[in-house]
């Protein structure tokens, strides 16, 4: 039962001293909880090895927030909400006093039986953990039980299968949430919108009318010390396998035919089993790999990523992907779509850039102008909005024509933030509302695509790594990939909405 329509639980987080949860997870429940999203009937239990009482483990909420947030007025009352329990998810033994607690806090908040589990912690544990939750009883409720789960899910469709197997023992597939923060950020649920509820794009969203899609995601940042995860992973499984998969799914997907859970992932699953699949010698010839070299950023010499902390001198691991995806369905069948992502890029960006066709004939060439094409470009972040280029007529005698920019900043309408994505996707899932989250056929499908490149990427050593220096755009072989298409990618730094 919801009081007042808000939704009530006990969310159980495994990890809860942790970075994710700390940095993340507390603040976006505060906000929730300031906002009023909340009811009064919700608890905590913060699961870690170490041993903490409840006063530290609240001190810790509070201060996590008051990091975060510059309104802590409320501080006090949330953080009487958080309980703490130590215990190592690999001993069968202590789940018992979990359950014992879990149930306490049940009754004591009235929180019918609603349950949910967010593992913010390491995968190879989901599996032993959604196994106790269900041997032990803690999945035994009246109410809803709901799982939520960080990326990464599996290391390859082989092991995410494994992993879905798993936590399918004690969920099912509705019970399931798995986390992809790019699937909460504003900007990016906004694609829909602007797709679907303007008359002026949607006719024009094919082959007929749009040349390319260029879809970027950069980074200054280098691995910092998640090196041994990056290691196994690479730009291709930790950003191109889900956030960039995704983004292009919503970008292509058919116009659902109810933006409901089911229909919008329905839709989405189509696109991924349109992708053009890839193998053996096709994979140079559509993907690009890179690893970033020394170089300076922001004005500070930063180290090769074979330099960095737990990275082999001789890593073969890419820090940089740039691909051309090919759907093969009647409205995209001959549009390329280029994704890139990168780390210690020259700058920090995601957007969405759709380049339409150039129009038939240019009766402007008497002037010597070369009309630019008609771009749309969906700002992700930092930024966040919607600019339209287009050219009109230069003022004053000549009819001569420039480029103008129609601009949208989310920030210049009312001069809040966004709600950060977590904050979203938390609430979703309280609500029930699983359709930001990914499907398990979305994740198979794209680990199917993926495999193929890794397998080519792992059983061959880039002979030219590092291909690009730090605080560059990447490697030249990137810009190649457009130049035989007769394209090149659009500068993001010139396409900023401050810029505009
Ligand atoms: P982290 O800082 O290393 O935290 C791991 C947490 O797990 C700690 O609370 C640790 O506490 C607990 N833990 C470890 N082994 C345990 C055990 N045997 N039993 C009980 N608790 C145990 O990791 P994180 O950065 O928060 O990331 C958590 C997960 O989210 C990872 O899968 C990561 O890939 C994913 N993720 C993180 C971020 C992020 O921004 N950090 C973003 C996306 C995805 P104790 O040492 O006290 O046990």
Known sequence: MKQNGKPTALIMIFGATGDLANRKLFPSLYKLFEKDKLSEQFAVIGIARRPLTND?????????????????????????????????????????????????????????????????????????????????????????????????????????????????????????????????????????????????????????????????????????????????????????????????????????????????????????????????????????????????????????????VMVSEESNTETYVAGKLMIDNFRWAGVPIYIRTGKRMETKSTKIVIQFKDIPMNLYYRTEQTLNPNLLVIHIQPEEGITLHLNAKKAGQSMEATPVKLNFANKGIDGINTPEAYEKLLFDCMRGDATNFTHWDEVALSWGFVDKISEVWENSKAKNFPNYASGSVGPKEADELLERDGFFWWPVTNLDVDNC
Do not use: C
């Open 56 to 308: 530290e483990f609240q001190n810790n909420v509070r201060k996590s927030i008051q990091s975060a947030s510059k309104d802590d007025n409320r501080v006090d009352e949330f953080a009487s909400h958080f309980y703490y329990h130590s215990l190592d998810v690999t001993d069968s033994d202590s789940y018992v006093s979990l359950k014992k607690l879990a149930g306490e806090l049940d009754e004591h908040y009235q929180l019918d039986g609603n349950r949910i589990f967010y593992l913010a912690m390491a995968p190879e544990f989901f599996g032993t953990i959604a196994l106790h939750l269900k041997e032990d009883g803690l999945t035994d409720v009246n109410g809803f039980k709901r799982l939520v789960i960080e990326k990464p899910f599996g290391h390859d469709l082989e092991s995410a299968k494994e992993l879905n197997n798993q936590i399918r023992t004690a969920f099912s597939e509705d019970e399931i949430y798995r986390i992809d923060h790019y699937l909460g950020k504003e900007m990016v649920q906004n694609i829909e919108v602007i797709r679907f509820a303007n008359a002026i794009f949607e006719p024009l969203w094919n082959n007929r009318f749009i040349s390319n899609i260029q879809v970027t995601s950069s980074e200054i940042l280098g691995v910092e010390e998640r090196g041994r995860y990056y290691e196994k992973s690479g730009a291709l499984r930790d950003m191109v396998q889900n956030h960039m998969l995704q983004m292009v799914a919503l970008l292509a997907m058919e116009p659902p035919i109810r933006l409901n859970t089911e229909e919008i992932r329905s839709e989405k699953v189509k696109v991924l089993r349109a992708l053009r699949p890839m193998e053996g010698d096709e994979v140079e010839q559509y993907f690009v790999r890179g690893q970033y070299g020394s170089g300076t950023v922001s004005g500070e010499d930063v180290p090769a990523y074979r330099n960095e």
